[in-house]
């Protein structure tokens, strides 16, 4: 056996993990079940896939014995069947097409799958080797019991992990490395997580309520699970992946070649990550799923069921890895040197197992609480251009009317902002870039959402994000929705004013309502980062980052909506991260800002901070290139970075007015800004 390639780190493990009883008659039914349809010892196109060693060593049933400890005895039989299937066709794709690099095989191949996948009605294809048959039987027994919107959520997570292999085999074939995003985003659909966490659903019966699958909070949980699930496997499978098959799809190899750093570092970095996602998966469950209870009215049956799903996510991670310290498929040489017999339990041993964890992850949980605000902290080095920008010929024009605008709604009352400041900003100029095409009245539009958006940017750090007041911060936003419906109620005040006269003139109106109410939505959350002083974990900064930043605003008014619209949006939020740094963090008190973000998870410095920073936004403009887009969003990109360079708003000239560096502060003058920009009657 070849020597690891880096010792294992120490693992978060705040939940021990429990032994389904029905192990054994798990164990007997999936080994039949395999042998029944060919994976067992038969040859695929000349290639025996498994044999029968194989499949006792990787023994799956007890990986759905760890991960689901609850389910009934049958119940387990058809999870573990799942789990065969799943890990079937993961070698069997590696050895027919991954090994051979033939990807229009590869696509034929994953096409037919769908045929074995029917939303709704009976499978008629017929099945013409061990991955399809055992799809048609799979889907047979599990769907037809299970609720329309379930049914839904799985046929997209399971037809995900099998399209997104092409993905996985098109990087091999290249020799292309995925940037930290990127792989993120996508091991989330490749890795098969989200698809197990339907399973999780379906094993302990508590679906989900449809009124909440799609909201902020059930969503993080699904993605940190995700995340820590494959992260971790990512560890355990590093040296049969990347030192035996040439994958490439591997979190501690991104790490190395993007971070520049050894194998063990590395792999502690990668743990790291995982640890912050769980930490990420406790602050939502115990903060943000309640509080969304309330807002949708959830009735007691729907919460337990929302709790029992919860669960069913943790047992999930706690025995996904007693699972890989025990499978024959992953590198985990000398880790159960110092655990207890399969099956052994105790009080006393699970829950010392549990406080040491805990003990050691506490600085970095700690650290994420501790940023001590309004420091001293320097300035980012430039950023090169990402394209030429084109400006539109209606530049200087637009800039006068939309001075003139600005005052006639009432931002310029001095309160907040007055004309020099709106000059500075210079958001004509970001219009005239993103939006080189258009007439003169469609940049006006475009030049005055971008003016009202800032504003309100402004408007929520300096009213609410100074009293924490996120009660105040949510009626805004519901107020701010009414003026996109059809019977707006009166305004009470700039931004509302504003946004009344904006909605007549604005088309695409059900991209930009769904773009704002996202964005002002994304603002809560920087303000209750800021009220508990959490700097966020680095994966949801990113993913809110394109909400907080209103990349989908801008780009619902320039074009049609983008598959590449994430990858600009990050380029984006980085490069706006960069140039605010200094504004943000020194004057403003932020914590939402990626520099500040990496430096406290790799507990760097400022300047090794910047540089990653840099180098994120680099790799996603590159991932931008590498689709070769011929559509709007190189205009955008090219107008947003040209803006940042060119405008006004970051430069220390601007810093020098800035209420937090030098202009009069104290809590009376705080305190009669806030009231004089609060609606009336507040």
Not at 13 to 24: I, S
Not at 316 to 334: I, T, V
Request: aromatic share 10%.
């Amino acid at each position: 056996m070849p020597e690891q390639p880096f010792v294992l780190p120490d693992f978060y493990l705040p939940h021990p993990a429990r032994l389904n009883p029905h192990l054994e008659r798990a164990r007997v039914h999936s080994k039949a079940w395999a042998a029944g349809l060919d994976m067992i010892g038969v040859p695929q196109h000349g290639t025996v896939i498994w044999t029968e060693h194989d499949l006792d060593s990787h023994d799956y049933a007890l990986l759905c014995a760890y991960t689901h400890p609850d389910a009934g005895a049958e119940e387990l039989d058809l999870i573990t069947d799942w789990y065969v299937w799943v890990f079937y066709f993961d070698d069997h794709f590696l050895e027919l097409y991954k090994r051979t690099g033939d990807i229009e095989s590869a696509h034929t191949y994953l096409d037919r799958l769908e045929l074995f996948m029917p939303a709704d009605g009976e499978i008629t294809a017929k099945p013409e080797n061990p991955v399809e048959r055992g799809l048609a039987d799979l889907w047979a027994r599990t769907v037809p019991y299970r609720s329309a919107g379930w049914r839904k959520r799985f046929t997209d997570s399971t037809k995900a992990l099998l399209d997104e292999s092409l993905w996985e085999l098109a990087n091999i074939n290249e020799g292309r490395l995925a940037n930290p995003i990127e792989y993120v985003e996508m091991r989330r659909k490749v890795g098969g997580a989200p698809w197990s966490a339907n399973l999780i659903e379906h094993s302990v019966h508590a679906e989900v309520p449809d009124a909440i699958a799609a909201s902020r909070p059930m969503e993080v949980l699904r993605d940190c699970f995700a995340d820590s699930v494959h992260l971790r496997n990512d560890l355990f499978s590093y040296q049969r992946e990347v030192q035996d098959e040439g994958e490439l799809s591997n979190g501690v190899l991104v790490f190395e070649e993007f971070l520049g750093l050894p194998t063990q570092r590395a792999a502690d970095a990668v743990n790291d990550l995982i640890t912050s996602r769980l930490h990420q998966f406790e602050h939502t469950a115990l903060t943000e799923v309640p509080a969304l209870f309330d807002e949708h009215h959830v009735d007691p049956a729907e919460r337990a069921a929302t709790f029992a799903y919860v669960k069913g996510l943790q047992d999930w991670q706690a025995g996904g890895h007693e699972w890989h310290l025990r499978s024959s498929r992953y590198m985990n040489e000398g880790a159960l040197d110092d655990r207890p017999e399969l099956g052994a339990t105790g009080l006393g041993t699970s829950a010392a197992r549990i406080f040491a964890s805990v003990l050691k992850t506490a600085p970095q949980r700690l650290r994420a609480y501790s940023h001590t605000p309004f420091g001293e902290v320097s300035t980012p080095p430039p950023v090169e251009a990402p394209f030429p920008p084109r400006l539109s010929p209606h530049l200087e024009s637009c800039r006068r009317r939309n001075v003139d605008w600005a005052r006639r709604v009432g931002f310029l009352d001095g309160l907040l902002w007055d004309e020099r400041k709106l000059r500075a900003a210079d958001l004509p100029l970001c219009a005239a870039g993103i939006h080189p095409d258009a007439t003169a009245a469609r940049l006006d539009v475009t030049s005055d959402w971008l003016t009202w958006s800032t504003f309100a940017d402004d408007y929520y750090q300096d009213v609410f994000g100074a009293t924490r007041d996120l009660a105040a911060a949510k009626a805004c936003n519901e107020r701010l929705a009414r003026f996109m419906a059809d019977k707006p109620p009166s305004p009470l005040n700039a931004l509302e004013t504003a946004l009344a006269d904006l909605w007549p003139r604005t088309e695409n109106r059900d991209a930009v309502r769904r773009a704002v109410e996202s964005m002002t939505a994304s603002w809560l959350w920087r303000l209750a980062n800021l009220a508990q002083n959490r700097i966020p974990d680095p994966i949801d900064h990113v993913e809110m980052r394109r909400r907080t930043f209103g990349a989908d605003l801008s780009m619902s008014l320039t074009g049609p909506r983008s598959p590449l619209a994430p990858v600009a949006a990050d380029y984006a939020g980085l490069l706006n991260d960069l140039y605010s740094y200094r504004k943000e963090i020194r004057a403003e008190g932020e914590l939402n800002n990626s520099v500040l973000v990496v430096r406290n998870f790799l507990d760097c410095s400022e300047e090794r901070a910047f540089s990653v920073v840099a180098d994120l936004a680099e790799a996603r403009l590159a991932e931008f290139r590498h689709a070769a887009p011929a559509d709007h969003l190189r205009d955008w990109l090219a107008g947003v970075a040209h803006w940042h360079r060119n405008a006004g708003r970051y430069t220390e000239l601007e810093l020098g007015h800035h209420p937090g560096l030098g202009q009069p502060t104290g809590l009376g003058t705080s305190a009669l800004r806030i009231s004089s920009l609060l609606p009336a009657g507040r």
